[in-house]
């Protein structure tokens, strides 16, 4: 635990220009407070004491404005930005090396036990503010952007935006496929390159969407597609 914790405090002087050392970081992050609070109270939970950890996390929540349930899994590097208003459900599962800004909520959307709370794969970045809803997975590597609110599942390194949550192209992207269509000139409106360039944005997305959707399903089946033979498969 000794190691996670060093962990989630190393990883702040990379993930926040502001941070201006160890000593700061340990005495005035309420996002690191509130991450060493969890550990000691997930460990409580797991080893069955659930009032104590409970108990802990409200005293945490008290501190920090940050409200984590004690049963939440959460990886390595962890770093949560400002603190305030954050809050992690029960069933929230967090890979490693996450960032979540202020007031991001891992919610649920219904009442029934099991896993109501999204899982967050590793590297996965959620800006101020986003709402991610449901038993949904937000795949390695994705950005999700202030104020989003997102309810479905975000296929690996997509960038999400708005309200419901669309995946959109990172603009550093789009430059690369100048080599298809210039994307940089401003001297006139361009109309066509416009469509163009949404087509295109529109292929990556539906082709990542499909492409992840084949893998959960095949995940789902115990891959019982690759048994089938590919002329069956045309048929
Ligand atoms: C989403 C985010 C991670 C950027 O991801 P990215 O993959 O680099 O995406 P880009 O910056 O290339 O933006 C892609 C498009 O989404 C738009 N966009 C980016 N963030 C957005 C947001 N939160 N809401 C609406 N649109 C947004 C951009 O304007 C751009 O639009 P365009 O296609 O019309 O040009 C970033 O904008 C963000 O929201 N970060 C959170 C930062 C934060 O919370 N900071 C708080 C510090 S206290």
């Known amino acids: 635990m000794l190691e996670m914790i060093r962990g989630d405090i190393a990883c702040v002087a990379a993930r926040d220009p502001a941070a201006s050392g160890t000593i700061e970081i340990v005495l005035t992050y309420p996002g690191v407070h509130a991450i060493v609070w969890h550990r000691v109270a997930n460990r409580l939970w797991r080893r069955g004491l659930r009032f104590p950890a409970r108990f802990l996390s409200w005293f945490a929540r008290l501190l920090t404005n940050v409200d984590i349930h004690p049963a939440a899994t959460i990886g390595r590097r962890f770093f949560i930005d400002h603190g305030a208003g954050v809050v992690i459900g029960e069933t929230a599962e ?76 990172p603009l550093a992207d789009r430059r690369r496929l100048s080599g298809r269509i210039d994307l940089d000139h401003h001297l006139m409106p361009d109309p066509v390159g416009e469509a163009i360039s949404e087509l295109l944005d529109r292929i990556d997305f539906l082709e990542a969407r499909l492409a992840h959707r084949e893998r959960r399903d095949a995940q789902a089946t115990g891959n019982r597609a690759a048994e089938i033979p590919a002329e069956e498969m045309l048929q």
Do not use: F, Q
Not at 98 to 121: A, I, M, N, Q
């Open 94 to 169: 967090i890979g490693d090396d996450v960032t979540l800004y202020h007031g991001v909520t891992l919610g649920g959307t219904s009442w029934s036990p099991g896993k109501r709370h999204p899982t967050l794969e590793d590297g996965v970045l959620v800006g101020c503010g986003a709402k991610i809803l449901g038993p949904i997975t937000v795949s390695k590597g994705a950005r999700i952007g202030a104020n989003s609110v997102v309810v479905d599942p975000v296929p690996p390194g997509m960038t999400v935006i708005g309200i419901p949550g669309r995946i959109v192209r």
